[in-house]
């Protein structure tokens, strides 16, 4: 079946530094993906929308300066937590939307810790 | 209103019950529904989706109904292996459509 991979699955971080999270498609072209972050037995919470040669759609609240989103091929989508503190410590995870049966799948996740 | 309401649970079960969860959306507009199951600390998983006649996999029943804005999922005899969290998922159709998903039905099954 379709497949999403993301990478690294684990990041440990200092304040201050940027952290880049990659998400791949591996098995069909997405024009659009999207980038949720979760906190501990909390529900998944969508930060920002990936377009294809276009500008990322921020959730309400979400900094778009702070969360840098590009998605420069079909296939590959990169979310870049920039001067990153403590507070940005979560789990950060991809999906895309299969074109047919329109699912979502989703990359394994990143956790991000920021010390 | 949330978008996506369903009880957080848990629920806790033993081994070869029957339990069902219930979930309801707000957007009339919604034309595809998911089930996913997530396990704690890792990603969400498709576990079916869910079709307006209603639909059967194995020991998982879903059913929708539109008027009410309701879905739900059975799951008969149930395994230890069963026990995550269980998110509705209703979407517009469209691949550039996101998901919205609610904080989920957590399960237990114990032995």
């Known amino acids: 079946g379709a497949v999403v991979s993301q990478h690294p699955s684990r990041v440990i971080c200092k304040s201050g530094t940027s952290v880049k999270i990659e998400c791949r498609s591996l098995d069909f072209q997405a024009t659009t993906m999207f980038w949720y972050r979760q906190f501990p037995k909390k529900s998944l919470m969508l930060m920002a929308t990936?377009?294809?040669?276009?500008?990322?759609?921020?959730e309400q609240g979400v900094e778009k300066d702070k969360f840098l989103i590009n998605h420069a091929s079909l296939t590959l989508s990169t979310l870049t937590v920039t001067s990153a503190h403590p507070e940005d410590s979560s789990f950060y995870i991809c999906?895309?939307?299969?074109?047919?049966?329109?699912?979502?799948?989703f990359g394994q996740g990143t956790r991000l810790t920021v010390v | 209103r949330k978008e996506v309401e369903q009880d957080p649970g848990p629920f806790n079960v033993p081994e070869g019950a029957t339990v069902a969860f219930n979930c309801t959306y707000s957007n009339s507009a919604s034309q595809s529904f998911f089930w996913y199951r997530q396990d704690c600390r890792k990603e969400p998983k498709l576990l079916m989706s869910v079709y307006s006649s209603g639909n059967e996999d194995g020991r998982f029943t879903a059913q929708l109904n539109r008027a009410s804005q309701y879905i739900s999922l059975l799951i008969r005899d149930s395994k230890l292996s069963d026990s995550a969290t269980y998110l509705c998922?209703?979407?517009?159709?469209?691949?550039?459509?996101?998901?919205?998903f609610g904080a989920g039905t957590r399960l237990a099954v114990h032995p």
């Open positions: 990936s377009n294809e040669g276009s500008k990322a759609t921020y």
């Open positions: 998922v209703p979407s517009l159709s469209g691949g550039y459509n996101k998901l919205i």
């Open positions: 999906s895309a939307r299969n074109p047919g049966p329109r699912e979502a799948f």
